[in-house]
C-alpha cells in the first residue's frame, strides 16, 4: 500500500480523490489507477439506515461517488436494508439499539433522496444504481452460509479486528449478532461483484478491516481482484467530529435540520478548516478554492459565506441556498428582521395565554430544557426581538406579536428562530 501522496495517479477519478484529499488508504493504487481508466469503474459504499437521515459525516463518502461517476465510473450507493439488523459494532463502545423492519424501511426511503441531488440514476453504463443487500442477506440460509462463506474466516483473525479487539479490551460486552457483521459486510462484496461487476469498495478509514476481508473472501469465493479504499475519518481543526454539535447532529434532510440552519453550520467553520472544506465539499474548481484559501483576514468570511452557499445548494438546491444566504445577510449584515428564519408555531390559545419565556425557547429549539434556559439567561444569551432577556419568569403575549406577527427569539448572535401565530 502506497500512500497517496506517493502516487502519481493518471485516471480523472483518482486525481481528483487525491488531489482534494478524499484518500487515506489504498489496496493497490496502481491497479484501481489502471481499472479506472481502462473502462467503466464500479464502485459501491454502504450506508446503515440506522435514522431517518444521514448527517453530514455521510457527505464526504457521498461526494466520492459523485466524483466517481463524474469521471465516467459507475456508482453503486448501498442501502444497509439487511445489517442494519444486526448493527455495525465499528467504533462502537456499546451495542447498537435493534431497530424494526418497518423502522429500517422507512429510514431507508427517507434517505435515499439525498442521493438523487449528487448522482444521476438510470440504465447507462454510468448511471447510479442503488442497492440494498437486504435483496441478497435476508433469504440466506443459515447453515448453507456457514459451509460456504463462513468456513473462510478466521475467528483467530476477526478478534485482531478493531471493532471487536476495542470492545474486548474495554471489556464491554460484543453480542454475537455484531461479531458476525463483518462476515456479512464481506459477503456483500463477494454479491455486488457477482450481481452488478463492482471492483471497488470505498468507506471511511474505520472501515478499513472489514473491507480488506471482503477483498480476501472476494479472493478466496473466486471473484477477480477486488479494491479497497478508505477516506480519513474528518474532524476540525479544533479536533470536534464532523457532523456533531453541541446542539445535536447536522443532519441532510430538510425536514430534520433547515436549509437555514445547514447553511449557517457551514458559514460558521473554522479558518483553519476552509480550503480543506472547500475541496471536499464542493465541486469548486481548484482554481477557484485557491483563490478563496489566499484571503486573509476580515476577508476569509467571504470564503466562509461561499462554501456554506455551494455546501447548502448541492443539498437543498440553488435557491434555498441563496435564500439562505440571503437571510444571514439581512439579518447580521442589515440588522433586520428577515422573515426567512426558521419559524415555529405558536397556537392563538398559547398567545391568548400568555407563552412562558423559558418554554417559548425550548419550543423554538434553541435551548433543550428550561433550565438551560435558566443558564443562558444569568449569562445574558438570550434575546426577545433583540431585547436581553432578564426575567426567567417573563411571558411572550399578543403584544410582542403586534407589527409582522411574529416574534424573533436569539441564542446568542448567530441562532435565531420567529415564532409566528398558526
Not at 469498495?201 to 472489514?210: C, P, V
Not at 475519518?233 to 454539535?245: D, E, F, I, P, R
Not at 483553519?272 to 476580515?298: H, W
Not at 444569568?378 to 406577527?405: H, M, Q, S, W, Y
Request: net charge neutral; aromatic share 8%.
Amino acid at each position: 500500500m502506497t500512500s497517496p501522496s506517493d502516487f502519481t495517479p493518471k485516471s480523472d477519478f483518482l486525481r481528483a480523490l487525491i488531489e482534494r484529499g478524499f484518500v487515506h488508504q489504498c489496496s493497490d493504487f496502481a491497479g484501481l489507477d489502471e481499472k479506472a481508466r481502462s473502462g467503466t469503474l464500479s464502485a459501491y459504499i454502504g450506508f446503515d439506515c440506522t435514522a431517518p437521515s444521514l448527517h453530514v459525516g455521510s457527505l464526504l463518502p457521498i461526494m466520492m461517488l459523485a466524483w466517481l461517476q463524474r469521471a465516467g465510473g459507475r456508482p453503486l450507493p448501498l442501502m444497509g436494508g439487511g445489517t442494519t439488523r444486526v448493527g455495525d459494532p465499528s467504533g462502537k463502545d456499546e451495542s447498537r439499539k435493534l431497530l424494526t423492519v418497518e423502522q429500517i424501511g422507512a429510514n431507508k426511503a427517507s434517505i435515499r433522496t439525498v442521493f438523487e441531488r449528487f448522482l444521476t440514476f438510470g440504465d447507462g453504463a454510468s448511471d447510479a444504481l442503488m442497492l440494498d443487500n437486504a435483496d441478497w442477506l435476508v433469504g440466506l440460509n443459515y447453515i448453507d452460509f456457514l459451509r460456504d462463506v463462513g468456513r473462510h474466516f478466521s475467528v483467530n483473525r476477526m478478534l485482531t479486528m478493531d471493532s471487536v479487539k476495542l470492545r474486548l479490551e474495554r471489556e464491554h460486552e460484543l453480542s454475537f449478532i455484531e461479531f458476525n457483521y463483518m462476515c456479512l459486510q464481506a459477503y456483500d462484496f463477494v454479491e455486488i461483484n457477482r450481481r452488478y461487476g463492482a471492483l471497488l469498495q470505498m468507506g471511511g478509514s474505520d472501515q478499513w478491516g472489514n473491507i480488506v476481508t471482503g477483498l480476501d473472501l472476494g479472493r478466496r469465493m473466486g471473484c477477480p481482484q477486488l479494491y479497497a479504499l478508505t477516506s480519513p475519518l474528518l474532524t476540525t481543526s479544533s479536533g470536534a467530529k464532523m457532523g456533531k454539535t453541541a446542539a445535536g447532529a447536522i443532519w441532510l434532510n430538510a425536514d430534520m435540520l433547515s436549509p437555514y440552519d445547514y447553511w449557517q453550520y457551514w458559514r460558521n467553520t473554522e479558518d483553519a478548516d476552509v480550503a480543506r472544506f472547500l475541496k471536499l465539499f464542493t465541486f469548486l474548481p481548484m482554481e477557484e478554492i485557491a483563490r478563496l484559501a489566499a484571503l486573509q483576514g476580515a476577508e476569509i468570511n467571504e470564503a466562509k459565506k461561499t462554501l456554506a452557499t455551494e455546501a447548502t445548494a448541492l443539498i437543498h438546491g440553488r435557491v434555498a441556498a441563496d435564500e439562505a444566504a440571503d437571510t444571514a445577510r439581512t439579518t447580521f449584515e442589515e440588522g433586520a428582521l428577515a422573515l426567512s428564519l426558521p419559524k415555529v408555531a405558536v397556537s392563538a390559545q398559547e398567545i391568548a395565554a400568555g407563552l412562558g419565556v423559558l418554554t417559548a425557547f425550548v419550543k423554538a429549539g434553541l435551548v433543550a430544557s428550561t433550565g438551560e434556559a435558566r443558564r443562558q439567561i444569568k449569562g445574558g444569551g438570550l434575546r426577545v426581538n433583540d431585547a436581553p432577556v432578564t426575567d426567567e419568569r417573563g411571558i411572550i403575549g399578543a403584544r410582542e406579536f403586534e407589527g409582522d406577527g411574529v416574534v424573533k427569539l436569539s441564542l446568542g448572535k448567530k441562532k435565531h428562530v420567529l415564532l409566528e401565530r398558526a
